[in-house]
């Protein structure tokens, strides 16, 4: 059995437990590690962290399930996982190992707490000196009573016959227990205990043995010179002046007994020494000089009792507004919520801890990943940098690591300078360039045709006007060409019925001419039927052989709005011009009356006949009353030729910044050098990119100018009507369409956005549709979006990336990711910066191991300096606190902890933390919705060269077929 002083306190207590009949305790050893272990996770700084959350699905390594079957999990073979058994608590701690892990984000070892887990102040429970040399080791104590040990083991020894000066050897070893003691408490410390604890009692138990021996006459002089101490010290205990620590442990009462205490204690050794043998007497010395270790322990316990008890009085910033357990719980379902979202993880950066630094709650560890999963995406993200910042290299790199997490998803790319979709072709299976046969408006209707020529604001554009009139413009247009685009298809659809008819008909009376022939059967009146039914079939196929008028391509767009602002003017009146209302006949529209009584009246005879005889030959919509047909032809025909030539004039130019660029595009052609805007069926089909097809629109600005914009527009129109209908179904019904989500792209998004985008950004979180934009500056998008529409386009997003940009930029950014919520208090509530004075240490000289003079400071340090004192200067009375007293003059060697700072509501970015981190490449501050709670932090972010996009899809596309 290893008999040790542990050993010896577990033989009391078990005999204890045994007297008084109590069941066998815990071991000394056990009880103390496991105190030890509660104090430490109690105060261990990760309040707020939540690295592992209970679960009733446990996650068991190989080699690990005996363990968990121990502790009463069992297998469940549908999940292939071990669970906790209904009856047992999920979130005992036994099971805390092997609770599911927090994502790599998510977890917080670096957690700044100002609470303990059992809500006490942390300033109570923890010094500055804690947190950088650590506190006492039980050990200690065992170096205060190995001095007087060996002591009286050297005492003993050396009243052996002969051979007993042999003992004094044994004075080293002394040595490295007041050495050790050194290193800990100080060199005065060290001094004193070993005089106190090992010389003096030695000299003491030796000199009495001999005096006693010789006569008692040094007795004598010991007894006077105790009686001579109990006076001085009496009187001291009166007269002395009493320090602030000692007042708070009963001052000059408390004196008084320590002093009669330890008079006693001598008073008993002398009697001992008296009365005793002498090879006896001499040890009380020793006996007396092992309680100086308590006594040490009861002085440093007390002193640090006080600065507990003062740093709490002082220090109190974790208890003003306690908000730390809703901290606590948003973090936790953070956490809960990260771990069912089984989306692939995409790292935006790497976190630097400058918000850990500066105590926010909802922030990263230093070097931790920062990013979002795929399904946070479709929270949008919005990319702000100015010019040069490597903004589209940002987003290179975050496709390619999407691409590279294999999950199932569509690239729409789009680009306001219309070159990102060239620079990454490599990760898209269509681009739309020149060359390809692309129909422009194919896939839209009416109302999605004017949706993207309206969508972005021009340069040009007079607001009022154009929202008032030109808009509406281009919207009667849109009508009137879709319903003589569908009425000539109707119409050549009854032509073709009627062409199939009369050919039927002709061969029916060709049989019956042959047969009545065949009998010498008269047939004259057969052939002239069958020449009228010819002559008519003629007629119907001349129809149909004839190019269709209307077709739905920008070019037969254009051809309406000439024929709209065609305008006959008279002496009298405006009218209408000739084009349009033979298209308003075409689609059968009521008679206007235009000036003449006579032809209004012949014409609505005729137009009552044709309801009458040919009813489908009009237009379904012009017989609804208040159809957007007859409102569009109530406009062009009546309301639009009464404005002034120069008001439809001013309307018209704004129409044409929309037309004239993509009927004038050099380079909107196919490979054949046909315009796209004659195209009306192209070979790309935009609602592909809803099966999981990547597209981007490559029209480079300098190439195609505005006209690059507006085709954009129109095909991202095209998307957008696709992801609406989603929310029509449910997500299983066009899933199992073959449909997938979508991951749109618009870089420099300030010329793009819209109307359009206002509208389908919150409709798409639904639908699976995750948007990024990105854009140089708050600026841009407040010009495309005036007034309260900017705020609605941004508040779309929930995501953001912030580099280098425009102060005003800056100063919206400031106000959307708002203050550090659970710092908004007014009090002078201070509280001390624990990782600040731990940093401040490390950079102090003291610390530096290859500072020139590292020696010194060597010994700088076994002379005390370096401690770390919480000070603080009283704004009154100037008098500084340390400790638990008040110092009028700052100690030189101690390092103060930063104690300054009152709690106070503080932006989550300052002005100056925008302009002074965010001023190089590859940083951005990152501000997520990261499962449901907000994270955020300066973060150093990658890029992909525009020189390795090919090497690094290649790379990605052989893995893929590895795998």
């Known amino acids: 059995m290893n008999i040790n002083l542990y050993s010896l306190l577990d033989l009391a207590t078990h005999l204890k437990h045994r007297i008084l009949l109590r069941s066998a305790p815990q071991g000394v050893v056990g009880a103390m590690r496991l105190k030890a272990a509660v104090s430490y996770k109690n105060v261990q700084g990760l309040v707020n962290a939540h690295n592992r959350v209970s679960s009733r699905k446990l996650v068991v390594p190989a080699g690990r399930e005996e363990n968990a079957k121990d502790l009463g999990a069992v297998y469940d073979e549908t999940t292939d996982t071990y669970v906790v058994p209904k009856g047992m608590d999920e979130k005992d701690e036994k099971f805390a190992v092997f609770w599911p892990s927090a994502p790599l984000d998510l977890q917080n070892q670096e957690g700044r707490v100002e609470l303990t887990r059992d809500g006490r102040l942390i300033e109570s429970r923890v010094a500055p000196s804690d947190k950088l040399q650590g506190g006492d080791s039980t050990a200690l104590f065992l170096m205060y009573a190995a001095l007087p040990i060996l002591g009286s083991a050297i005492a003993a020894l050396t009243l052996v016959p002969y051979v007993g000066w042999l003992a004094w050897l044994l004075v080293v070893a002394a040595v490295p227990y007041a050495w050790a003691i050194f290193r800990s408490e100080g060199a005065v410390e060290a001094f004193r205990a070993a005089a106190l604890t090992f010389v003096l009692p030695l000299a003491a138990a030796k000199g009495l043995v001999a005096a006693a021996g010789d006569g008692g006459l040094a007795l004598d002089i010991v007894v006077a010179g105790y009686c001579l101490y109990l006076m001085g010290g009496f009187v001291y205990c009166l007269a002395a002046p009493v320090e602030d620590d000692q007042e708070a442990w009963g001052g000059r009462w408390s004196r008084l007994k320590s002093f009669f205490g330890w008079s006693a204690g001598i008073a008993v050794a002398l009697v001992t020494t008296m009365i005793l043998p002498p090879v006896i007497a001499g040890f009380a010395w020793f006996a007396l000089a092992g309680a100086y270790g308590f006594v040490y322990y009861a002085r440093d316990y007390k002193e640090r009792t006080l600065v507990l008890q003062s740093q709490s009085a002082r220090f109190q910033l974790g208890k003003h507004g306690l908000l730390e357990s809703s901290t606590a719980e948003a973090l936790e379902a953070q956490v809960r919520k990260a771990l069912a979202d089984k989306s692939p993880f995409i790292q935006f950066g790497t976190a630097l801890g400058h918000q850990k630094k500066k105590g926010a709650r909802f922030c990263y560890d230093t070097n931790s990943p920062a990013g979002i999963t795929i399904e946070d995406m479709f929270m949008h993200t919005m990319i702000w940098a100015e010019s040069g910042m490597g903004k589209s290299a940002y987003i290179r790199w975050l496709m390619a690591e999407i691409l590279k997490s294999g999950y199932p998803c569509a ?3 789009f680009c306001g300078k219309g070159a990102l979709a060239g620079e990454v072709r490599g990760m898209l299976e269509t681009v739309i360039e020149t060359g390809v046969h692309l129909g422009l408006i194919e896939g839209l209707d009416a109302q999605g045709v004017k949706a993207a020529l ?8 007079d607001g009022d006007i154009w929202k008032s009139v030109s808009a509406d413009l281009i919207d009667h247009a849109c009508v009137i060409l879709e319903a003589l685009h569908q009425h000539e298809l109707f119409i050549r659809a009854l032509d073709a019925s009627a062409k199939f008819g009369l050919e039927n008909e002709i061969q029916g009376l060709l049989l019956v001419k042959d047969r009545d022939e065949a009998s010498g059967i008269e047939t ?16 119907r196929k001349d129809a149909l052989a004839q190019e269709r008028e209307w077709q739905w391509t920008m070019q037969r767009l254009n051809k309406v709005l000439i024929a709209i602002n065609d305008i006959r003017t008279t002496n009298t009146s405006a009218l209408p011009g000739e084009s349009l209302l033979a298209a308003a006949n075409f689609l059968g529209v009521h008679p206007l009356h235009l000036g003449n009584d006579e032809q209004y009246a012949a014409a609505k005879v005729d137009w009552a006949h044709r309801l009458e005889s040919a009813r489908e030959t009009i237009h379904p919509d012009l017989l609804i009353s208040g159809s957007l047909l007859q409102m569009s032809f109530e406009f062009v025909l009546k309301r639009w030729p009464t404005y002034p030539a120069e008001t439809r004039g001013s309307f018209m130019a704004n129409v044409d910044r929309r037309i004239t660029p993509l009927m004038r595009g050099k380079y909107l052609v196919d490979s054949a050098g046909v315009p796209w805007h004659s195209i009306e069926r192209g070979q790309v089909n935009v609602s592909d990119v809803l099966k999981g097809v990547s597209l981007g629109v490559n029209v480079p600005d300098t190439r195609h100018g505005t006209a690059g914009i507006l085709v954009q527009n129109l095909i991202a129109q095209r998307l957008n009507n696709g992801i609406k209908l989603r929310n029509e179904v449910p997500e299983e019904e066009w899933r199992a369409r073959g449909e997938l989500p979508v991951i749109l792209i618009k870089d420099e998004c300030q010329n793009l956005i819209g109307r359009e985008d206002q509208i389908i950004l919150p409709i798409c979180r639904q639908t699976k549709m995750a948007c990024f934009y990105a854009t140089q500056n708050v600026d841009g998008i407040r010009v495309k979006l005036p007034g309260d529409s900017a705020d609605q386009f941004l508040g779309s997003f929930q995501n953001y990336a912030l580099g280098r940009t425009t102060p005003t930029s800056y100063k919206y950014a400031e106000s959307r990711f708002g203050v550090e919520e659970m710092t908004t208090y007014k009090q002078k509530a201070v509280g001390l910066d624990y990782a600040g004075g731990i940093e401040m240490a490390m950079d102090n000289a003291l610390f530096d191991p290859d500072h020139p003079n590292a020696a010194g400071m060597k010994q700088l340090r076994r002379a005390g300096a370096g401690r770390l004192i919480a000070t603080h200067v009283d704004p009154v009375t100037k008098t500084r606190w340390v400790g638990q007293k008040q110092k009028g003059v700052k100690a030189t ?19 100056a933390e925008f302009t002074g981190l965010l001023n190089q490449q590859g940083r951005f ?7 449901g709670v907000r994270r955020s932090d300066i973060c150093k972010t990658p890029y992909l060269p525009l020189d390795r996009v090919d090497e690094v899809v290649k790379a990605i596309n052989e893995k893929r077929e590895a795998a």
């Not at 004259?524 to 007629?539: G, K, N, T």
């Not at 501050?925 to 499962?931: E, K, Q, T, V």
Request: cysteine-free; hydrophobic content about 45%; overall charge negative.
């Open 925 to 931: 501050i990152l501000w997520f919705n990261r499962a």
């Open 893 to 911: 060697k101690d390092i103060e902890v930063p104690a300054s700072g009152h709690r106070e509501a503080q932006p989550l970015f300052t002005q």
């Open 524 to 539: 004259s009146d057969l052939d002239q039927a069958i020449a009228d039914l010819e002559q008519r079939l003629a007629v």
């Open 454 to 461: 309206t969508n972005t604001r021009m340069e040009d554009d």
């Open 411 to 413: 690239f729409a790319v």
